[in-house]
Structures are given as C-alpha cells and as structure tokens.
C-alpha cells in the first residue's frame, strides 16, 4: 500500500469526457490524445474497426454481432505529471442512457465539432445535459484541414446555437487543403506542424514567433492575424470563472487526424479541467476529499463476461482512497459490500487495480448489492444525490411472449429496469402483462429484449407504440387528460405519473389552451 495522500493524488486528476456528434472524431482525437501521453506507440489501438473490431471487444452477443461497443470504456493515462480519466461517451447506434449518466461522473467536457458541420444534433443533445450540470466545457473545433466552415462564423455558431461563448485559445493559420498550422493566442507563438501519411505516429512541429511566421508563411499568415485581431479587439479571452460556470468555452482548432493542435487541447485539459472538488452529499455538504473513501455507482453493466454472468458497477471515487480489498458501506441498505474484485476497464482490457483516488473510475465486480446512484463510504456516512434521470424520447409497447414464463419475465423487467436499462412505464390496472417501455436510444431496447431472452428465459414482444412526447403530470391533471382521446396515463418506478402522447401537436394545443394542467417537461431530473 502506497503513501499517497488522497488530496495530492485529486490535485493531479483530471477527470473529463468528450461529447460530439458520431464521426466528428472523437475516437481519432482519443486516440491521439493516448498517442501525446504514450500510453499507445501506434494511433489505431483503441477501436479496432470493421473486421477486427469484435476480436476486441466480445464482451456480448450483441455487441459482436452488432460490431458496436455497449460498455462504456474509461481509459486512464499519465500526462505532465497529472493521470488524465477519459471516460467514453457512446455513439451513435449505441447512443443510450448511459451516455448521459458518464456526464454525471465527470468534470469537465471536451465537445468535439466537426468544422464543417457545427453543431449536430446529438452534440446538442449532449450538451443539454452538461447545462444542466453547469459541466465546464472545452471545445475543439476538428478537421480544419478539410474544407469547412469559416472559423469566425462557427463561433457565431455556438454562441448563437447554444448560448455558450467561445473565447479561442488557438486559431487557424491556411487553409482547407493547405492547413499550416495554430496561434497560440495566449503565449503569441505559432506552431506549424507537418503533415504524416494517415497520422499514425505524432507529426512532426516547429514552435516560432509571430515575426518569423509573418517572415515564412505571407499572405496566410496575414489573413490568421486579422481572424486574431478581430478576437483581441472583441476580449474573446480565456475567463476561468465564466468556463467554470459553463458560460463561456475555450476554443481549439486543429485536425485529430493529422494531429494539429491537439496536444494544445491536451495541455488546456490538464491546465484547465479542474481537479476533482469536493462532492456535495444529498443535504448540499460537500464531502471534504481527505475523508475516508466514498463513492457512486454510476452505471450498472451485466455480463460484460458470459462466462461469469458477472455484473459490473463502475463507481466514481469522490473522497480518501480506494484500496483494493477494502470493506464499503452501501449506503441505501447500510449493508457491506467487499471490494475483492475491482478493476480498471482500458478498451475492451481489464485489469485488477489496486488503489484509486478521487475522480478514478473503478468497476467493481459481483456487484449485486449495488444499483445505480448507490453511495459507497468507508466509515464516516454519506449519501450523494442519485443519477438523473433523462427525459426519453423513444417509447415501445412490452409484452411476454411466452405467458407461462410470467415469473421469470417479471424478475427480468425488474433487474433491467433496476440497472437502468430502460424505463419501465406501467398501467396500474394492467401490471406486468402491457408495458410500455421508454429509451433515449433505440438499443436501449434492443439490449432489453436481448438479456431478457437469454439471461431470463422469457422472451419479449416488441410491438412498437404511437407516442411521440412524455410529459410528467399528477393525479388531478391525469383525470382530465383521461378524458381526451390519443393520451395515456402511466406510472414510473417511483409512483410518479406521466401523461403519453400519440401527437405532439395537440400536446401543444393543449399546452395553449390550458395552462393549468400539470405537463412538466423531464428534461433532466
Ligand atoms: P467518431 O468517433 O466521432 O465517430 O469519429 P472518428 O474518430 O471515428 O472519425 C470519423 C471519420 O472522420 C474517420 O474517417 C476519421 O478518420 C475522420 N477524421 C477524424 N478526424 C479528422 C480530421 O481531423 N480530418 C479529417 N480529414 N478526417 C478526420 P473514416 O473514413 O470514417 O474512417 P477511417 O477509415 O479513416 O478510419
């Protein structure tokens, strides 16, 4: 056991995800990112692609037959003396709630913008929830060295799209095609990197001083100094209380595939991104970092290992340090629960960890006492608030299918809706036998159907569903809306009550037209 003092260890972690829209480029910019820190020697390492991608990542059926990864990965490297937790948002046709609930475990974000497209929809809806959380926000603005957007009207962009104001740390010198290199507005250097075949390694870059690029690189170089003119004359500059607050973003340009200005955004993420604080408890008590250890679950994943039917909960430190071995409190059941198996998840890789420390990610194993949202501490109680709840978009009608394997299907809908792998809405009168199911991605159901068949035995119909909105609504609103056609009063998992709607129209009709009733958007809760 290591001497490290757990607030020495939080002062070093930098704990952050990146948010983007699919092939923005998150996957090449993490990977160089891994490549700048020397946790990989070759780009390429973290996903495989197409063919030799389920040879990396088997952890399900479903996984491999859909070349897709389910399980959030958390990847952790060392960088300038500090240990950077990368924790992977999923993407597109993997897009679900558990996408949302890394957000409730980080610290910071990196959105990643494709520079010719801005801001795309599931950035945008990603970015929601990091309002909510008022999550600081870094942005890289990707692929400058394809032909794209004019870097000053992307600024207008999310300024305007989003309410967030960009202050550029670096900025554009040439052009799509000719991309030469960045400004560093801040230090009023430029680098100019030199492009690789397919970037594999780290491309190569020269430092120099405005008069020396103004002397080598003519007229492009005239045009990036008028874009930083006009930014010095506006005070677009770095404002740490205003990032801090999620307000306003520093701003980066580069390309993750030739490896412009990239390792600018890694050194803003160990300069910027803040370390660990102390995490408020349910009561609002921030619970001090040098306490004995605390921690919660923010996702729930179950037989990443089919031949252990294991079940994983990845769990963020927040206090003291984790050692391996150690007993926790959890602190919903005040029961014990053994920490003998806890490990690291790297790619599809895992491997045992021994200590860990505010702002690390742990995935404990067998855990089977643990839910999502559950408190975990080491002899001074705490509870954190739970994780939120998101609003879904996307709703199906449930039933088994095989009505002599009833018991089996409830024990199912239980443990899935426990973990969180869909939300489960329910008729009061009609119990288990008409679900209705409600995701923010459609695998969402897909995983459900999947584990229902396979862990439980009772295979599921999907029948698809009318509804198009969900609103949250209460027992005097719901007896009117019973009243008009094309609506449906359900229950959540804790009692609450929710209105469907077939049309979204008439919900804003509705909306209009009567203003008492009790319709409360679910954003996130
Ligand atoms: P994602 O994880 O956000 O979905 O994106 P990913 O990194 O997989 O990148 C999506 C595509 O965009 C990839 O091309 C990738 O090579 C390309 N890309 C990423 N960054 C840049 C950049 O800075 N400049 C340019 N020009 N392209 C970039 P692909 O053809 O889909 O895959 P591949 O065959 O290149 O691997």
């Not at 209105?499 to 909306?511: D, K, M, P, S, T």
């Amino acid at each position: 056991m290591s001497n490290f003092r757990p607030e020495d260890e939080a002062k070093r972690r930098r704990t952050f995800a990146i948010i983007s829209h699919p092939d923005a480029g998150k996957t090449t910019l993490t990977e160089k990112f891994l490549l700048y820190a020397g946790a990989v020697v070759e780009a390429g390492s973290v996903k495989a692609k197409g063919q030799n991608r389920s040879a990396t990542s088997d952890w399900m059926e479903l996984e491999q037959k859909r070349g897709i990864s389910i399980t959030s990965a958390v990847m952790q490297f060392e960088y300038k003396d500090c240990v950077i937790n990368l924790l992977d948002t999923p993407g597109h046709r993997d897009f679900s709630e558990d996408t949302y609930r890394v957000l409730a475990a980080v610290d910071a974000v990196v959105m990643v913008l494709d520079s010719a497209k801005g801001i795309e929809p599931q950035t945008l809806k990603l970015f929601e929830v990091c309002r909510a959380r008022k999550l600081p926000v870094l942005t890289f603005l990707n692929k400058f060295d394809r032909p794209g957007l004019d870097p000053l009207e992307l600024l207008d962009e999310i300024e305007t799209k989003i309410n967030l104001r960009p202050t550029p740390i670096t900025w554009p010198v040439g052009d799509a095609g000719d991309f030469r290199g960045v400004i560093d507005r801040r230090r009023r250097v430029f680098t100019r990197f030199t492009r690789v075949a397919r970037g594999a390694r780290i491309a190569p870059e020269e430092e120099m001083s405005f008069e020396q690029a103004a002397a080598e690189e003519g007229v492009l170089w005239q045009r990036a100094l008028d874009g930083v003119g006009l930014l010095d004359a506006v005070g677009a500059d770095l404002d740490m209380p205003s990032f801090l607050a999620g307000e306003s973003t520093p701003l980066f340009v580069g390309s993750a595939l030739t490896d412009f200005g990239v390792r600018a955004l890694l050194d803003a993420v160990v300069e910027l991104v803040p370390a660990p604080p102390a995490r408020p408890d349910v009561n609002g008590l921030p619970r001090p970092i040098d306490e004995p250890c605390s921690a919660f679950v923010f996702k729930v994943q179950a037989n990443m290992d089919r031949s252990h039917r294991d079940r994983i909960a990845f769990v963020r430190i927040c206090s003291g340090r984790f050692d391996r071995g150690m007993n926790l409190t959890v602190a919903r059941t005040g029961k014990p629960f053994a920490t003998k198996y806890a490990s690291t998840v790297f790619g599809a890789e895992r491997s045992t960890v021994e200590e860990a420390y505010p702002g690390d990610v742990v995935g404990l194993v067998n855990a089977n006492g643990l839910q999502l949202g559950d408190t975990l501490y080491e002899d001074v109680p705490v509870t954190f608030p739970g994780i939120p709840r998101f609003a879904p978009e996307l709703f199906t009608n449930a039933r088994p299918k095989d009505t002599s394997r009833v018991k089996q299907f409830r024990r199912g809908i239980e443990v899935l809706e426990e973990e969180g792998v869909v939300q489960v809405l329910r008729d009061p009168d009609m119990g288990d036998a008409a679900l209705v199911l409600a995701a923010v991605g459609q695998l969402q159901f897909e995983v459900f159907a999947h584990r229902l068949e396979s862990e439980f035995n009772a295979p599921v119909e999907l029948t698809g569903s009318p509804y198009q909105a969900i609103r949250g609504t209460d027992e005097e609103s719901a007896d009117r809306l019973r009243q008009i056609g094309g609506i449906r009063i359900l229950q959540r998992a804790d009692g609450s009550m929710v209105a469907l709607f077939e049309n979204i129209y008439r919900l804003q009709r509705l909306l209009a037209d009567e203003p008492k009733l009790t319709l409360k958007s679910l954003s996130v809760e």
